[in-house]
């Protein structure tokens, strides 16, 4: 099988797919990596394709002709075009980060990505038997323990995982929320008498000056400050699918693949009942059912597995 592995740089590329086209190749298919650069792939068994995707220059996949169009996200403002012309013309699938935990793991959808994909749309057949589950949480319990944060924090506070407003989760998952200062500006507004604790994305440079909330900058795991919050709120951050390994009350202002699922007090709910957040306590096998359910969508980053490709492949 010919098979193209599309992302929008080299650096994305080596990170995301190169593994996949590593057990590719070895399993006996030829492989094109196509990016935009003038310097191909570190493995020279992988063909290279240079795309100027604003300008629809597809040339070299035209020419490969590939039976199958692996795109990493696809949802990226600057390939968005040009993977929607790719999609008319060839059987395509998408990869993304996973979620537990997204640095350790990617995932493979034959529709899309988070709320675009098939993972969001159709779910309840893959759920696990009793035992996986189990298994599932209590694997998921040990990687999530926390370790003391060190910080000098308020009591039951709310926390707020701020994001990047560039994301794709953000310009395509979040109908209303486009900013994070609309999103600290929300959560002040309706939890006036509460605690809140603004953590800052580690690759977000931007000064936010919020008043009446404690911004923390530090390079603390995300984990630690959710498993002394009272409540988390956010748009659609992987944060808000990891409060749920600590059976927390979780206000989603947006869409990821966990909504839909009865877990999160989503957004039509805080729009209508902010404060109902306080008192919304999911079904715990309603939680374990979609942990497990994402747990067994991913697969290991570094070393994907052929069994979960071939299933993606067909």
């Known amino acids: 099988m010919r098979i193209a592995l599309i992302d929008t740089d080299k650096p994305g590329y080596e990170y995301s797919l190169a593994p996949v086209a590593t057990l590719l190749l070895e399993d006996g298919h030829e492989i094109m990596a196509v990016y935009s650069g003038a310097v191909g792939p570190s493995d020279p068994r992988v063909h290279f394709g240079s795309c100027s995707w604003a300008l629809f220059d597809h040339d070299p996949i035209i020419r490969f002709n590939p039976d199958r169009i692996i795109v990493f996200n696809g949802s990226h403002k600057a390939i968005f075009a040009a993977t929607q012309w790719l999609k008319a013309h060839y059987r395509t699938v998408y990869m993304e980060h996973g979620w537990l935990p997204q640095q350790e793991y990617n995932y493979i959808d034959a529709q899309g990505t988070g709320a675009r994909s098939l993972l969001f749309d159709t ?16 694997r998921l319990q040990k990687v999530y323990r926390p370790e003391p944060h060190g910080l000098s924090l308020p009591e039951n506070y709310i926390l707020v995982p701020l994001q990047l407003e560039r994301d794709t989760s953000i310009l395509y998952d979040s109908p209303c929320f486009k900013s994070m200062a609309s999103l600290v500006g929300f959560v002040r507004r309706h939890f006036y008498d509460q605690h809140i604790v603004v953590k800052t994305h580690p690759m977000d440079e931007t000064s936010y000056a919020f008043e009446g909330v404690t911004i923390v900058r530090e390079r603390v795991p995300i984990n630690s400050l959710i498993a002394t919050a009272r409540a988390v709120v956010g748009i659609n951050s992987t944060a808000l699918i990891e409060a749920l390994v600590h059976l927390k009350p979780v ?20 729009f209508f009942r902010p404060r109902g957040l306080l008192d919304f306590k999911p079904e715990q096998s309603s939680v374990e059912r979609t942990l497990d359910l994402l ?10 597995t052929l069994d979960y490709l071939n299933k993606i492949l067909g």
């Not at 779910?123 to 209590?138: D, F, K, L, N, Y």
């Not at 989603?252 to 957004?267: D, I, Q, W």
């Not at 747990?295 to 994907?304: I, L, S, T, V």
Request: no cysteine; proline share 4%.
């Open 123 to 138: 779910w309840a057949h893959r759920v696990g038997t009793s035992e996986r589950i189990q298994e599932t949480m209590a």
């Open 251 to 270: 206000g989603a202002l947006g869409l990821n693949v966990a909504s839909r699922k009865g877990v999160f007090y989503e957004e039509r709910d805080m």
């Open 295 to 304: 747990f067994h969508a991913q697969y290991p980053r570094a070393k994907p």
